[in-house]
């Protein structure tokens, strides 16, 4: 039915109409934009550099972790296969009278994902952190032994 045949259509009613839709709209876009969790995480991936090594009965993670101490570093295994090291750095408390002039290294959260190969043996984990450089060993399980084959006996009927 249309309301302005009956001149039911106000200025008013109109003005809550397209601020109904204009809500709509940005719900939509709010729903679907990340959380701020999610960017915080990203940011402190993309910002935390990271090599890794494969020796022959292990594997190494060597992540830069400038002005962590041990205590603040967390390595921990997710979903069976996915290695997360991660920390957060936080800024000085100011003493009285003292007031930054420059304030260039980062502060934040540190943090890294790895996914890890099927053998890894995720029981066998050591972290050692040195100088600001954090080095996660994971030993790699034995290779699977070749199965031998099966003789079955063959008897005479």
Not at 142 to 147: A, G, L, Q, R, S
Request: aromatic share 6%.
């Amino acid at each position: 039915m249309d309301l302005k045949l009956f001149e039911l259509e106000s200025p008013i009613l109109s003005s809550l109409r397209q601020l109904m839709e204009l809500q709509d709209t940005e719900a939509e876009k709010s729903f679907n934009a990340p959380t701020r969790t999610y960017v915080r995480d990203t940011k402190a991936m993309a910002a935390t550099p990271a090599d890794v090594k494969e020796y022959p009965n292990s594997y190494v993670f060597i992540v830069d972790m400038p002005g962590l101490k041990s205590g603040d570093i967390k390595v921990q295994v997710e979903d069976d296969n996915v290695l997360l090291i991660s920390g957060e750095r936080k800024r000085e408390e100011e003493k009285d009278g003292v007031k930054y002039l420059r304030m260039e290294r980062r502060i934040g959260k540190v943090m890294r994902k790895f996914s890890l190969p099927d053998n890894a043996n995720t029981d066998a984990i050591s972290a050692i952190c040195q100088d600001g450089v954090l080095t996660v060993t994971v030993q790699k399980l034995p290779p699977p032994e070749p199965k031998k084959p099966k003789t079955i006996e063959v008897k005479i009927a």
